[in-house]
């Protein structure tokens, strides 16, 4: 069962804010991604111990599957809004996880038990409102996801009588840009 914490940490030259879930540094507010964030909430929580990956995206993402390159590209994201290319603070322990290894003190951090959003009908996904129930009164989470299956318009004609790796060069130049758009919205690709 995880416990959402309100308060704040600091670390470095860094505060977490768990109230406004924002991060902000020396230079004022760094952007970062909801799944970034609680990447490095979940890192700060846990700081000086080895997280192995398994860990880490079951605690980010519960119940979804998910590739490792969803997990290491809110590693990387994190990186960069720290300025730690050199991996100074959160280092990658090869083949056993990451490891928050600076120094985290927390500041009024209560621990508040989990909550879900409870949808009422249909109309709520016109109006985004939702009332907050604890966990203990209901027996199951629901959530709504958007599935979104692409296909390139005749890509199987225009590829059927070339060479398999003149092909993949084609894909090569629209699968990023197609996985740029999942991304964008922490969208997993299956």
């Given at each position: 069962?995880?416990?959402?914490?309100?308060?704040s940490l600091r670390f470095?030259?860094?505060?977490?804010?768990?109230?406004?879930?924002?991060?902000?540094?020396?230079?004022?507010?760094?952007?970062?991604?909801?799944?970034?964030?609680?990447?490095?909430?979940?890192?700060?929580?846990?700081?000086?111990?080895?997280?192995?990956?398994?860990?880490?995206?079951?605690?980010?993402?519960?119940?979804?599957?998910?590739?490792?390159?969803?997990?290491?590209?809110?590693?990387?994201?994190?990186?960069?809004?720290?300025?730690?290319?050199?991996?100074?603070?959160?280092?990658?322990?090869?083949?056993?996880?990451?490891?928050?290894?600076?120094?985290?003190?927390?500041?009024?951090?209560?621990?508040?038990?989990?909550?879900?959003?409870?949808?009422?009908?249909?109309?709520?996904?016109?109006?985004?409102?939702?009332?907050?129930?604890?966990?203990?009164?209901?027996?199951?989470?629901?959530?709504?996801?958007?599935?979104?299956?692409?296909?390139?318009?005749?890509?199987?004609?225009?590829?059927?009588?070339?060479?398999?790796?003149?092909?993949?060069?084609?894909?090569?130049?629209?699968?990023?840009?197609?996985?740029?758009?999942?991304?964008?919205?922490?969208?997993?690709?299956?």
């Open positions: 069962m995880t416990m959402m914490a309100l308060g470095a030259s860094f505060t977490l804010d768990l109230d406004r879930l924002s991060l902000s540094g020396p230079s004022g507010l760094v952007e970062l991604r909801p799944k970034s964030f609680d990447v490095l909430r979940h890192l700060l929580h846990h700081a000086g111990r080895v997280i192995d990956k398994e860990e880490m995206i079951q605690a980010v993402w519960p119940g979804v599957t998910v590739t490792d390159e969803s997990l290491t590209r809110c590693i990387s994201e994190v990186r960069r809004a720290l300025g730690d290319e050199s991996q100074r603070i959160i280092k990658t322990i090869p083949k056993r996880g990451y490891l928050f290894d600076t120094p985290v003190s927390a500041r009024d951090v209560t621990v508040l038990p989990p909550a879900v959003k409870v949808v009422r009908s249909a109309d709520h996904l016109r109006e985004p409102e939702a009332e907050m129930v604890d966990r203990d009164v209901v027996s199951h989470d629901r959530e709504y996801v958007t599935v979104l299956c692409t296909e390139l318009k005749e890509s199987l004609e225009r590829i059927a009588r070339r060479d398999p790796e003149e092909a993949l060069k084609i894909f090569k130049v629209v699968l990023p840009l197609m996985m740029q758009a999942f991304h964008q919205y922490d969208g997993t690709i299956n």
